[in-house]
């Protein structure tokens, strides 16, 4: 399967504990992003990577948030004392963005929280 | 007000008809527009880029005016498979985060 991959695919968690996703993107891809989609809503942006550079973090993104793409390659998003709140499907895409390139996203299926 | 709008639906026609969404944008230096279609607890998958000129891809049309900040969508001689949720997204920035509208809910119906 050469899609972006995210896991876990479900977490259920009590309300303070930390939690971490993992996204694998499309091996040639060096941009990854991060959404965040509550019931009924479209996604809503969290944040980027261009390869190992974090370019861009959403207001969404509470200082409890934290995102990494060490290596460039695989990313993790950290949420620290979970709250209620949380409570949503985590989303990923990757992308190329080059000259020439129609840095088109794709999504992977995405790490749904439930915080009790 | 939120960037990207768009009537949350849903719309239920019957297989056969045809069916447009509308979707309007407030950021005028957008620059990117999609349409994708996200099925019930799955990802969002792209449909279709829209181009000024308007673009086609068979049963599925979308046309954008910048003026008026407006993108649509038409599906000809809807399927049952078409029934999810049609998700409107523009781009504004270098960065090219996706802005997403809430979303359309279509139901085909046999």
């Known amino acids: 399967d050469t899609g972006v991959s995210q896991n876990p695919r479900h977490k259920i968690t009590k309300r303070g504990q930390n939690v971490t996703f993992r996204c694998d993107p499309i091996s040639e891809h060096n941009r990854l992003y991060w959404y965040r989609q509550t019931l009924g809503q479209g996604p809503e942006f969290l944040t980027y990577?261009?390869?190992?550079?974090?370019?861009?973090k959403s207001r969404l993104l509470s200082d409890r948030f934290s995102a990494e793409r060490p290596k460039g390659s695989f990313s993790t998003l950290e949420i620290q004392r979970t709250e209620q709140g949380d409570s949503a499907m985590y989303l990923c895409?990757?992308?190329?963005?080059?000259?020439?390139?129609?840095?088109?996203?794709?999504f992977g299926a995405g790490t749904r929280l439930s915080v009790l | 007000r939120k960037e990207v709008e768009q009537d949350p639906g849903p719309f239920n026609v019957p297989e056969g008809a045809t069916v447009a969404f509308n979707c309007t944008y407030s950021?005028?230096?957008?620059?990117?527009f999609f349409w994708y279609r996200q099925d019930c607890r799955k990802e969002p998958k792209l449909l279709m880029s829209v181009y000024s000129s308007g673009n086609e891809d068979g049963r599925f049309t979308a046309q954008l005016n910048r003026a008026s900040q407006y993108i649509s969508l038409l599906i000809r001689d809807s399927k049952l498979s078409d029934s999810a949720t049609y998700l409107c997204v523009v781009i504004h920035n270098a960065g090219n985060m996706l802005t997403f509208g809430g979303g359309t809910r279509l139901m085909v119906k046999p």
């Open positions: 990577f261009q390869n190992e550079a974090q370019l861009e």
């Open positions: 950021n005028s230096a957008s620059q990117s």
């Open positions: 895409a990757s992308s190329f963005a080059g000259s020439g390139a129609k840095n088109i996203q794709y």
